[in-house]
C-alpha cells in the first residue's frame, strides 16, 4: 500500500500502481470525469501513470492553469501529427504550452506553410482528436531514441536527446505519431473539441540568431466549442484594446529604427501620463516613510559581478563598455538594486535608524532579443518603480505587510481589483540556480508565507519562480478582458546584504546583517503602462487622465466667452482644451471621442447667455446642466472617486 496525501492535508490508503485517475474514481466519478493531468511530489504526470510510492497528488482540471498547460501540450503534439501528414518530411523541434495556447517550431524545409492553409490542418487536427487516441508515455534507451531521430534526420531532436541522460528519455504516443516529450498531457485526444491556429512567425532554433531560423505556428484548443467562440471574440475586443494601436491614436508614444529598437520616445501625452503615475507613487512612499533617491545609468562591472547579476544575467545585459583606464569596464545599468546597497554602505547606521526605504523611478537596460520585442510590454530600456528597504529580522514582518498595502492601495486606485497571489519560492530540486544557504532560503521563504497568511491574502505557491537570490510574492491581475498579468512584485533577500557586506549596530554594539525587501508595485513604467492601456481601453481613470474636458464653441462669435470659461477650468487645477479648429461641430465631437476625452461641453449663444453647459460624457453619456461653478465641483468630485489618499 501507498500514503497519498491531497492538497487539503487528508492522508488516504492505496494499492501500489494505483493511478490518479483510479484515486480520483475512488473520491467521485464526477472528479475522475473532470481531471485531466495531476501533480505527484512537485512533478506533471499523465492521470494514467502507475504510483509506486507515496506522496502529495493534485489532481488538474481544465479549470486549472496546470490543466490548460497539459490540455495545450497535448494539442501541440496533435498540430505536429496534422502538420507531418501535409508536410512529409519536415523536421519538428519544439511544441510547449504557453500562456493561451501552444506552438510548435518546424523546419519546413522545401515545403512553404501560410496562413492559407490553416482551415485544412485545423480539420485534421478535430479528425485526429475524434479519433479519442490515448497519450502514453514510453521510456527509450539514448541509442534508441537517437537511432529514431536518425533515421528521420532531425539534427533538432538529436541535439536536444545528446544533452538528456539515459535513462531520463521518454516518448509520447499516440496513434501511428510519437514525439520526444518529457510529459504531462490529457488522457486521450478526444477531449480536444475545439482548435483555432492563430498565426506563423519566424523563430530561431534556441533562440540563436546564429541558428537556423525556423517556422513557428501558434494555435489554441479548448474542450468546447463555445468557449473557442468567446475567446475569439476577446481577441478581436484585444486588437481594438492594443496598447501599440491605441498609444498612437492618443499620441502617447512611438519607437524610431533610428534611435534603436525596443527604446520607447515618450510624446508630451504619454510624459505627462507617466509623470502623473509617477507623483501618484512618491506621494504614497512618502507618506510611508520612502526617501527619493537616484542613482546612475551605467555601473562598474565589478558592481554587477558582486551582486550576482553578472554571472547569472550577463548574456542578456548589453556589451560592456570599455574606457581608456587599463581593464575598466562599465555596463549600461541592468538592475538597480546593487547601486542602493552602495547606497546603504555610505555610511554606518545604528539600528534605530532602520528600517531604511529608499525608492527611485530608475531606468535600467536589458538587450532582449529582437525577435522577443513587443511594443512597451518588453522592451530594451525601461524605468522601474523600484525601492529596497533595510531593515533588522524583527521589522521585516511588518515591513513586508506594509509593502502589500501598498501595492493593493496602487491596483485598486488604478481599478486592478481581480487579482491572485503567487508566493514564488526556489526549485527544492534545483538548488544550484540560486545563491546563498539553505538557512537563509528556509528563513526567506517562512517570512513571506507568514506575512501573505496575516494579511489574509489568497495565494498559490509556485516552485522555482524564485528570483535567484531570494523568494518572493508576486500578485497576479486579470484585465478587462480575463487576460493575466504579473503586476507587483515583492522580494525578500538576505543574499545582497552579505555580497555587499551590510552592515548595522545593534542595541548591544554589535554589528549585524540588515535584511533587504525589494518591490515594485507597477514593475516597469512601461509595462504597466501598457497593460492600462489595454485594461482600460484608453479610458484612463478621471485623475490620470491628459485633457479631463474639451471646450467645442459653436463658431467664431464664442471664442472669447470659451476662453473665459477656458481659464475659470484650469484656475481650478482642471485640465481642459478648447477647440478653435474652423471645423464642423459634429467632426470635434468625433475627434474628441476619438481621443477619449471624458468630457465635452458645447458652447454656442444659449450657453453664453445662460452660463448654463450641458455636459457631454465620452461615449454619448448625458450628465446634465450645470453652471460653472457646478462643472468645477462635478470634474472635481469625479477624480476623487477614482483615487484615494493612501494612509
Not at 493593493?408 to 527544492?428: C, H, K, M, W
Not at 471646450?551 to 470659461?565: A, D, F, N, R, S
Not at 475659470?568 to 478653435?580: K, W
Amino acid at each position: 500500500m501507498i500514503e497519498i496525501t491531497f492538497p487539503d492535508g487528508a492522508t488516504r490508503s492505496y494499492k501500489i500502481n494505483s493511478s490518479p485517475y483510479e484515486i480520483a474514481s475512488s473520491i467521485s466519478e464526477g472528479l475522475a470525469r473532470n481531471i485531466i493531468s495531476a501533480n505527484f511530489n512537485n512533478k506533471t504526470i499523465e492521470t494514467s501513470t502507475k504510483l509506486k510510492k507515496s506522496g502529495k497528488l493534485i489532481f488538474y482540471t481544465w479549470n486549472d492553469s496546470e490543466g490548460k498547460k497539459a490540455f495545450w501540450h497535448s494539442s501541440a503534439h496533435v498540430l505536429a501529427q496534422a502538420l507531418e501528414n501535409f508536410y512529409p518530411g519536415i523536421k519538428l523541434t519544439i511544441g510547449p504550452a504557453i500562456s493561451n495556447g501552444f506552438y510548435y517550431d518546424v523546419d519546413f524545409g522545401n515545403h512553404v506553410m501560410s496562413e492559407k492553409d490553416f482551415p485544412e490542418i485545423e480539420k485534421k487536427m478535430i479528425e485526429i482528436s475524434r479519433n479519442k487516441h490515448v497519450f502514453e508515455l514510453e521510456s527509450k534507451s539514448k541509442k534508441e531514441a537517437l537511432d529514431y531521430y536518425k533515421k528521420k534526420e532531425n539534427q533538432y531532436k538529436i541535439e536536444l536527446i545528446n544533452n538528456l541522460d539515459d535513462g531520463t528519455i521518454t516518448f509520447c504516443n499516440h496513434d501511428n505519431f510519437s514525439d520526444l516529450c518529457r510529459g504531462g498531457h490529457i488522457p486521450n485526444t478526444g477531449l480536444i473539441k475545439a482548435v483555432k491556429l492563430l498565426s506563423v512567425a519566424g523563430a530561431y532554433w534556441k533562440g540563436d540568431q546564429n541558428n537556423k531560423q525556423l517556422t513557428r505556428v501558434y494555435g489554441i484548443s479548448f474542450p468546447k466549442q463555445k468557449e473557442l467562440t468567446q475567446h475569439l471574440s476577446l481577441l478581436e475586443e484585444a486588437k481594438k484594446r492594443d496598447h501599440r494601436k491605441l498609444g498612437k491614436q492618443l499620441e502617447l508614444f512611438t519607437f524610431s529604427t533610428k534611435v534603436g529598437q525596443g527604446l520607447p520616445l515618450w510624446l508630451p501625452k504619454g510624459a505627462e501620463l507617466r509623470e502623473r503615475l509617477e507623483a501618484f507613487l512618491k506621494k504614497a512612499q512618502k507618506k510611508a516613510g520612502y526617501q527619493q533617491v537616484i542613482s546612475p545609468h551605467i555601473g562598474n562591472k565589478e558592481l554587477y559581478e558582486t551582486s550576482g547579476h553578472y554571472q547569472k544575467y550577463g548574456e542578456s545585459s548589453f556589451q560592456p563598455i570599455s574606457t581608456p583606464a587599463d581593464g575598466e569596464e562599465f555596463l549600461l545599468k541592468p538592475m538597480n538594486c546593487p547601486h542602493h546597497c552602495e547606497m546603504f554602505n555610505a555610511k554606518q547606521w545604528s539600528y534605530k535608524e532602520l528600517p531604511v526605504r529608499y525608492a527611485e523611478f530608475g531606468t535600467v537596460y536589458r538587450y532582449e532579443q529582437s525577435g522577443e520585442l513587443h511594443g512597451l510590454t518588453r522592451v530594451r530600456g525601461f524605468t522601474q518603480d523600484d525601492a529596497h528597504i533595510f531593515c533588522t529580522q524583527d521589522q521585516l514582518n511588518s515591513e513586508f505587510k506594509n509593502v502589500i498595502d501598498l501595492v493593493l492601495y496602487v491596483f485598486n486606485s488604478l481599478g486592478f481589483e481581480n487579482f491572485t497571489a503567487q508566493i514564488s519560492l526556489r526549485d527544492p530540486n534545483n538548488k544550484q540556480k540560486y545563491i546563498g544557504t539553505d538557512e537563509v532560503w528556509n528563513t526567506a521563504e517562512q517570512a513571506i508565507i507568514n506575512a501573505t497568511n496575516e494579511k489574509g491574502i489568497n495565494y498559490k505557491i509556485e516552485y522555482g519562480e524564485a528570483a535567484f537570490y531570494g523568494p518572493k510574492l508576486d500578485f497576479m491581475v486579470k484585465d478587462a478582458l480575463g487576460r493575466e498579468w504579473q503586476l507587483g512584485t515583492i522580494q525578500v533577500d538576505y543574499n545582497l546584504p552579505e555580497r555587499f557586506d551590510l552592515s548595522y549596530v545593534d542595541s548591544e554594539n554589535n554589528t549585524k546583517r540588515p535584511v533587504m525587501i525589494h518591490r515594485a508595485p507597477f514593475g516597469s513604467m512601461e509595462r504597466f503602462i501598457a497593460i492600462l492601456i489595454e485594461h482600460t481601453g484608453g479610458n484612463f481613470p478621471l485623475w490620470l487622465t491628459s485633457n479631463q474636458i474639451k471646450l467645442i464653441p459653436v463658431g467664431e462669435k464664442h471664442k472669447k466667452y470659451t476662453e473665459k470659461v477656458l481659464k475659470l477650468l484650469e484656475n481650478d487645477e482642471i485640465r481642459a482644451l478648447a477647440d478653435f479648429r474652423n471645423e464642423t461641430v459634429s467632426k470635434k465631437i468625433r475627434e474628441a471621442e476619438l481621443e477619449k476625452i471624458p468630457f465635452m461641453i458645447i458652447i454656442g449663444d444659449e450657453e453664453e447667455k445662460s452660463n448654463i453647459f450641458s455636459v457631454r460624457g465620452h461615449g454619448g453619456n448625458d450628465f446634465g446642466n450645470k453652471n460653472i461653478k457646478e462643472l468645477i465641483n462635478f470634474i472635481t468630485q469625479e477624480s476623487k472617486k477614482t483615487i484615494k489618499d493612501f494612509n
